[in-house]
């Protein structure tokens, strides 16, 4: 789910800029770069780790025409992901890192319906030894997009994944609602959702609840395991608008369900199977919960 996160964003995005004609005076920002910065001190086995999470996210059109009937945009990018364990004993690594190629095609069937085809490829590792096809983790998707006013849009996206706990078929739906000139709720559920209030043209606060995930192979000692980490958190939200271009998040909360845990290759649940990923037996197991501090900086352009 967190993977999908920036994918998802862009798919809600071309739902804005389909709609763009040749007319208009000022062209949309269809790419950008985000620096986020993850951290949560955990308090387990008589002592306190800290994890990071550094990502950086870069988002590019590589084909538009918003002159025709049926407008059409291709983006893609990349996403680097890192997991860093400072003070921690037990996996047996404290650095992991994730490089993933998001692509996204939208087409807009009419000026208030799209249809996305998305996909991402990931590669998710210690890096102690050479990657492999068995490496490349794989989602591919359909959203199809409504947009029946200026204020509303949502959109339900049909998602196939496939990773080390096993290969699943997920339906995400999206919403972006401008509620009233200060008031707005955005969200790709579960992944996140917030509710914000705009206390200027520069500034909002509100709050949000996500779910935020990674898995990496652990090469430990020859032995053939995957780190899993699950988050899920609630808090507050700030957003400061520094120019058109600039913008900084700012989120403060704690999780109420949170999982850092090591597996055995072969700990896989069938398809049909998504709700015996609690089932597995994990080799090391970090289940405290802990506040979550989370900063990023975007640039659109």
């Keep these: 789910m967190g993977m999908l996160l920036p994918l998802l964003g862009?798919?809600?995005?071309?739902?804005?800029?389909?709609?763009?004609?040749?007319?208009?005076?000022?062209s949309p920002l269809l790419g950008g770069v985000?620096?986020?910065?993850?951290?949560?001190?955990?308090?387990?086995?008589?002592?306190?780790?800290?994890?990071?999470?550094?990502?950086?996210?870069?988002?590019f059109p590589v084909y538009k025409d918003f002159s025709v009937a049926h407008p059409i945009l291709?983006?893609?990018?990349?996403?680097?992901?890192?997991?860093?364990?400072?003070?921690?004993?037990?996996?047996?690594?404290?650095?992991?890192?994730?490089?993933?190629?998001?692509?996204?095609?939208?087409?807009?069937?009419?000026?208030?319906?799209?249809?996305?085809?998305v996909g991402l490829a990931t590669i998710g590792s210690d890096f102690k030894r050479s990657i492999g096809t068995e490496d490349i983790l794989y989602t591919a998707g359909v959203r199809v997009g409504f947009r029946p006013n200026k204020f509303f849009k949502y959109g339900i996206t049909l998602i196939y994944t496939s990773n080390y706990s096993g290969k699943f078929l997920i339906p995400l739906p999206d919403i972006d609602w401008t509620i009233s000139n200060k008031l707005s709720l955005t969200g790709i559920i579960?992944?996140?959702?917030?509710?914000?209030?705009?206390?200027?043209?520069?500034?909002?606060?509100?709050?949000t609840a996500s779910f935020n995930g990674s898995m990496f192979r652990l090469n430990e000692d020859g032995k053939d395991q995957y780190v899993q980490l699950r988050q899920n958190s609630a808090g507050l939200i700030y957003d400061l608008k520094l120019s058109q271009r600039w913008k900084l998040n700012l989120i403060a909360g704690h999780t109420f369900s949170q999982r850092l845990e090591t597996f055995n290759m072969d700990q896989k649940v069938p398809f049909e199977g998504f709700n015996k990923l609690n089932d597995r037996m994990a080799n090391i197991s970090y289940r405290q919960n802990s506040f979550i501090f989370q900063g990023g900086l975007s640039y659109e352009f």
């Design 10 to 26: 862009y798919c809600q995005s071309a739902d804005s800029s389909s709609t763009h004609k040749k007319l208009t005076t000022t």
């Design 190 to 207: 579960p992944a996140r959702a917030s509710l914000k209030y705009k206390l200027s043209e520069m500034q909002s606060l509100g709050i």
């Design 74 to 117: 291709i983006k893609t990018g990349v996403r680097y992901q890192g997991l860093f364990l400072s003070g921690e004993q037990n996996i047996g690594d404290n650095e992991f890192h994730s490089i993933t190629v998001p692509l996204l095609v939208n087409y807009s069937l009419s000026r208030t319906t799209s249809i996305s085809f």
């Design 34 to 59: 985000t620096v986020t910065n993850i951290i949560a001190p955990i308090s387990a086995d008589g002592g306190t780790f800290t994890m990071q999470q550094p990502i950086v996210d870069v988002g």
